[in-house]
């Protein structure tokens, strides 16, 4: 049994799948492995951003540089951003002593809930690059481990939405864990993961508490406001920590708790100067410096708890999508988000069996 | 007033010194800010570590290093690491607008508990560099801003232990607040954080508690258990997950609490393979990556909650020195440590009065 995947990894020694440099997801299946077709990958917000900078905006070299990502490391570790994403495939085998050998069949529709940094993928075509949701259509092979946690794609939600919502399903589950009755909320980055949060965020709060996002994006704002999920909305790009500083003020002051979904780095300070001392910050950005964060918070002499967003908490999937099944303003925000991608076709897409 | 120090940032515009490229060392001192002469920089041991591999052991192109670092940017700030470290020296001049205006006189010796990422510095000479205790005799000219946390020289405790206690003070108050009677507590990297830090668990554990260190140096790891810190010393390297992981087999499984101290990068997943579901890592170490922190933590599937390093606690500084004051083994222990120093002189050092 390898419930890690050690014997995937080929370099370096000791090293688990995470943290290798190169996977190799060749091997012929492991006894408590499961086997993927994939049909897309949800590519990290930081990670995917990173790319189309350096691609320049253009979808076919976004789509190369991650075939080439794929192709050197067994896998879609970023090495600029450290990040991955995760993915939604058909199941093709399941080894007798995986943990879901009775749930799963073959042809099951599931996604991985587990990143792309540590997950052996093969990718034998990318058929088309979605910039708005960070999404790839491609036709692989990927491997999940015993240790990986997965699920079952609901029937009852578009499948953009709900691939969508459980690409970020650990931020509502730990934000929740951490939200209070009346306190106020601050919410860096409204985007997909932001609005999740805001909408735990409403639940938990209560009538006394207060809920602010922050985003550069006017767009972004106006739908989690329009969508009810926040008092107050902030147009501040949180790169700038005097204008947030000074936005923070103007809202009344610092905040009990302050997650920060930013999806573009140097947003550490903000966030740190927007959190009153005593209160909590929760890092989810994937493109959170741990040390602008450890010494920002030192520099400036604030006492707060800072908490790294850990991506995994027990049932965040169904957490996640109930939250998006009962709270119907969040639902049409991201179903629109997620529809309104303008698909980057790449090449012809395949016909389907029917269509 | 300009408590964080914005009008020393030369570029980028609207950051905070912390994440400046540059600062402006120069400019006149303010009302609000204090001057320093610098008698020497206490370097974050991550930096260092990076410093003398990049100069291949040698001290001399270490300053050199050093020296380049601070003429380019303004401060010590480490461009790979991203981390810094704090200085000691005497107060110069006292702004009569800064918070310790009528507390600090010129000539008081203090030590800085402020990152010298965001610390104005101008270096005029260095003296000499020891780096088994990553420190570099200097003079030069430092600037603190209102909001810098500062603490005296204390006059009974050798200045190199006091110093040296200082640079890492936030560290047991921190755990401190994590810690409770019972647990069992792993420490990854036995230097003087973690030696602090199992001092202070020494305290608060209990009886009913354990407490183990880690390492792969065994002088280290003697050091720690010699001094009665710790009921079992770990051989091992952290950033080999498979080896620590079967480590922590052997110690009878994972622990309540994992309190990362290392100085080299890489030992994330160790410390999350080593901490319980429900358990918590607090990651000290400047050399942690937060990307493989949250995503290690996904990837195994480990429900525990991860706190960054906050480097400043209330009452850290006089926490950290009283804990070494009643703990004679952890004296004896640090104090050997930064006299045990085998100084790497540059250049004859410049006569004192009276010697």
């Known amino acids: 049994m390898d419930p890690y995947g050690l014997r995937r990894v080929v370099s370096p020694r000791g090293a688990l799948p995470q943290r290798a440099d190169v996977l190799d997801p060749a091997l012929p299946l492991g006894e408590d492995e499961l086997a993927l077709d994939v049909e897309a990958l949800a590519v990290d917000a930081a990670s995917f951003r990173q790319l189309e900078q350096a691609a320049r905006g253009d979808p076919a070299r976004v789509a190369a540089e991650i075939a080439r990502i794929v192709r050197a490391r067994g896998k879609l570790h970023n090495p600029v951003t450290g990040s991955g994403g995760m993915l939604l495939g058909r199941v093709a085998e399941v080894g007798p002593r995986h943990p ?59 499948e953009a939405l709900a691939l969508s919502v459980l690409d970020v399903c650990g931020a509502p589950a730990l934000a929740g864990r951490l939200l209070r009755p009346g306190q106020r909320v601050l919410v860096i980055g409204a985007g997909k993961s932001g609005a999740l949060v805001l909408a735990r965020a409403r639940e938990l709060v209560g009538a006394g508490g207060f809920l602010a996002a922050a985003d550069r994006s006017r767009d972004a704002l106006d739908g989690v406001r329009d969508a009810g999920l926040c008092e107050l909305a902030l147009e501040v790009d949180a790169a700038d920590a005097v204008a947030t500083l000074r936005a923070v003020e103007d809202a009344g002051g610092p905040f009990d708790l302050v997650v920060s979904c930013a999806s573009l780095p140097g947003t550490e300070l903000s966030a740190l100067l927007a959190v009153r001392d005593g209160g909590t910050v929760l890092f989810f950005s994937m493109a959170t410096s741990f040390t602008a964060a450890a010494l920002g918070a030192e520099g400036i002499a604030r006492d707060a708890l800072l908490v790294v967003g850990n991506g995994y908490v027990p049932g965040h999937a169904e957490l996640a999508l109930d939250l998006v099944r009962r709270t119907p303003a969040l639902r049409d925000l991201l179903a629109r988000r997620a529809a309104a991608t303008p698909a980057a076709p790449l090449a012809p897409a395949p016909a389907r069996a029917g269509s």
Do not use: K, M, N
Not at 138 to 154: D, E
């Open 100 to 158: 879901a050998a009775s749930a799963l069949r073959p042809g099951d529709r599931i996604a991985t809930l587990v990143s792309l940094t540590l997950t052996p993928l093969r990718l034998d075509r990318i058929l088309a690059v979605h910039p708005e949701t960070e999404r790839v259509d491609c036709v692989g092979r990927a491997i999940l481990f015993a240790s990986g946690p997965w699920a079952r794609v609901p029937a009852d939600l578009p």
